[in-house]
T-cell receptor
Framework: AQTVTQSQPEMSVQEAETVTLSCTYD???????LFWYKQPPSRQMILVIR??????QNATENRFSVNFQKAAKSFSLKISDSQLGDAAMYFC??????????FGQGTRLTINP | NAGVTQTPKFRILKIGQSMTLQCTQD?????MYWYRQDPGMGLKLIYY???????DKGEVPNGYNVSRSTTEDFPLRLELAAPSQTSVYFC?????????????FGPGTRLTVT
């Protein structure tokens, strides 16, 4: 079964600085999708960014970008110009057959003013 | 559109009781999912459905049952509740013809079994 590992249980960053959250995964598939979801204290799961494995170009969404290293099975999230509203749990997820998501354990991000 | 709605928001059950968690989506999505999130952990898939009348097990199906008689509704049934089922339950849906589509999540149901 595929697994997703987030090795940083907690991270903190100063407001307006840049932070990178790490994620590695294990799969024998060549075509798949990877996601980062944000979960603020409200508990709502919010999609941050999505990456298709067959696309070599790294996905970007405004201040959020990924570093996708397919051979290394690494998928990190970079948040630029961190804002107080970015404080949340961040989950890396792998999408396998039948569109099922496998989640990592999460990284709690704190933004220091 | 209301998106994905879940009821109730909170519930306390005694050991051995049963209950149904309701999930409804108004986006005409074909795929629906149930996940559970234990404290400090990521979400784990319980059951999923690729369309009305079709359901299948996920990673942690024991102690749960589902049905999908309509496109909109995907209830999760807990039989004989146990303390190990204390968790937050999320329902999600997606419209899937090709791969990789976003899953839209409901607000979750916090369940405590004592």
């Amino acid at each position: 079964a595929q697994t997703v590992t987030q090795s940083q249980p907690e991270m903190s960053v100063q407001e307006a600085e840049t932070v990178t959250l790490s994620c590695t995964y294990d799969t024998s598939e060549s075509d798949y999708y990877l996601f980062w979801y944000k979960q603020p204290p409200s508990r709502q799961m919010i999609l941050v960014i999505r990456q298709e494995a067959y696309k070599q170009q790294n996905a970007t969404e405004n201040r959020f970008s990924v570093n996708f290293q397919k051979a290394a099975k690494s998928f990190s999230l970079k948040i630029s110009d961190s804002q107080l509203g970015d404080a949340a749990m961040y989950f890396c997820a792998y999408m396998e057959g039948a569109q099922k998501l496998v989640f990592g354990q999460g990284t709690r991000l704190t933004i220091n003013p | 559109n209301a998106g994905v709605t879940q009821t109730p928001k909170f519930r306390i059950l005694k050991i051995g009781q049963s209950m149904t968690l309701q999930c409804t989506q108004d986006m005409n999505h074909n795929y629906m999912y149930w996940y559970r999130q234990d404290p400090g952990m990521g979400l784990k898939l319980i059951y999923y459905s690729v369309g009305a009348g079709i359901t299948d097990k996920g990673e942690v199906p024991n102690g749960y049952n589902v049905s999908r008689s309509t496109t909109e509704d995907f209830p999760l049934r807990l039989e004989l509740a146990a303390p190990s089922q204390t968790s937050v339950y999320f329902c999600a849906s997606s419209y899937t013809l090709t791969g990789g589509n976003e899953q839209y999540f409901g607000p979750g149901t916090r369940l405590t079994v004592t």
